[in-house]
């Protein structure tokens, strides 16, 4: 594929920061957004806006079939056995959020388990945490190895039959380990537990299939793979989906409402009560169109090959300390000896380059690394080696502006 190609296709791109060219490196927190997913909301907004479902008119018409369309190409990009089980959320926070509403804090009870890792984003931390707390379950963790992945024997020593539920990131958003998360699927299933994914940070960049994973219930959000803000996915297994109790009541996800009972749509539409997000999920229905004609296989060659070059090039900066293991995802986090992250970032982006800096809401793993906070890099289908070569430079210029400080 042709990086400049699809870099050009992304508008903001094409500007400068603080006088520099715009060097942006922080894709995991929010990708940018393709000219093609701008002008599908703008279409959306132009030509069809009405509510979805409620009426016959022809706008609604086609507002319906642009929502419900997007359904189904959320469907086939994570390999759904039917639109049923694919419901639209704010994002990945509201997912996971339903989740352990609707599921765990229903079906978990005293002397029950509940398992994850300490490296979890705190939208895959919280939810669990507090449904232990109310339900009396034990909240349990699979211990990390030195580089911050999990091995398969630790999972099997951690999880037994008294787990009901395993919630794992598929990618770290701190070290970019990558998760075997078909055979931890295994491990759970074996002792009779349900497997949630926090998809967050594999969807965007590895192919996603829900039932070659055999997970339960698969969480991601839209900003962070080319669409916009605002909507997210839960994906569920019918089986379960159809026991769970809805998340929120009112407009749209009900079927009959007496005085003192009412009944619910069949799914998905009974967890999306509500007028739904719909331009969100247009523009999202835009994104997957246009990551699948890049390939999410190319996407992933293509992010593999950057991030050895950044370790091969960031571990040459003297001072530099890279957290994670040599084989992950698309990021690098670091620190840079007697420099704050804080400051790390306000100087590179003095020179145009985005980096995040803090503890990217996952304090446990930040207290198991030992540090207060980090910064990160990283990298998405828009960037270049030319990029992680000005990171480089600015981290070498940071470098020198601190010691000048620290001399004077």
Same mark, same amino acid.
């Given at each position: ?8 296709? /992304? ?17 995991? &927190? ?53 639109? &049923? ?53 034990? /909240? ?8 911050? #992945? ?42 009779? &537990? ?54 929120? /009541? ?12 009412? #009944? ?25 169109? /246009?990551?699948?004609? +890049? ?58 380059? &985005? ?32 990029? +992680? ?20």
């Amino acid at each position: 594929m042709n990086i400049k190609e699809i870099k050009a296709q /992304f508008p903001i791109l094409s500007q400068q920061v603080n006088g520099h060219p715009l060097v942006y490196l922080d894709s995991a &927190a929010t990708s940018q957004k393709p000219i093609q997913v701008i002008e599908a909301i703008d279409e959306y907004y132009k030509k069809m806006n009405s509510n979805v479902h409620r009426g016959v008119h022809t706008l609604g018409t086609w507002a319906t079939d642009a929502y419900e369309g997007a359904r189904e190409k959320v469907r086939k990009f994570v390999n759904a056995k039917e639109t &049923a089980e694919i419901i639209f959320t704010r994002g990945t926070t509201t997912s996971l959020n339903m989740v352990a509403t609707c599921y765990a804090r229903e079906f978990l009870q005293e002397g029950d388990e509940i398992v994850t890792t300490i490296m979890e984003h705190h939208s895959n931390f919280i939810p669990w945490q507090q449904a232990a707390k109310v339900t009396g379950a034990t /909240f349990k963790f699979i211990p990390l190895q030195p580089d911050g #992945t999990v091995s398969l024997e630790d999972v099997k020593k951690t999880i037994t039959d008294k787990t009901k539920l395993v919630s794992i990131a598929y990618v770290s958003n701190v070290t970019g380990t990558i998760h075997p998360i078909k055979e931890i699927a295994e491990i759970a299933h074996a002792h009779g &537990a349900v497997m949630c994914v926090d998809a967050a940070q594999g969807a965007p960049h590895l192919k996603v299939d829900v039932q070659d994973l055999d997970c339960d219930f698969l969480a991601f959000s839209g900003h962070k793979m080319a669409g916009p803000t605002g909507i997210g996915v839960l994906y569920g297994k019918r089986s379960f989906l159809e026991k769970m109790v809805p998340y929120e /009541f009112g407009g749209e996800m009900i079927d009959f409402v007496e005085l003192y009972d009412s #009944t619910w749509k069949e799914l998905p539409w009974k967890f999306e009560g509500g007028t739904p997000i719909i331009a969100g999920a247009v523009g999202l229905g835009a994104a997957i169109d /246009f990551l699948q004609d +890049i390939g999410m296989d190319e996407i992933e060659r293509h992010e593999k090959q950057l991030v050895h070059y950044a370790m091969e090039q960031l571990s040459a900066v003297e001072g530099l300390t890279i957290y994670g293991p040599k084989e992950r995802s698309g990021l690098v986090t670091f620190n840079l000896s007697d420099v704050h992250p804080h400051d790390l970032a306000t100087v590179l982006d003095s020179y145009g380059i &985005a980096v995040r800096a803090g503890h990217h809401c996952a304090q446990p793993l930040m207290k198991w690394l030992q540090v207060s906070a980090t910064a990160r890099a990283s990298f998405y289908i828009y960037n270049t080696e030319e990029d +992680i070569d000005a990171l480089v430079k600015g981290l070498l210029k940071t470098k020198e502006y601190f010691g000048n400080v620290f001399l004077g």
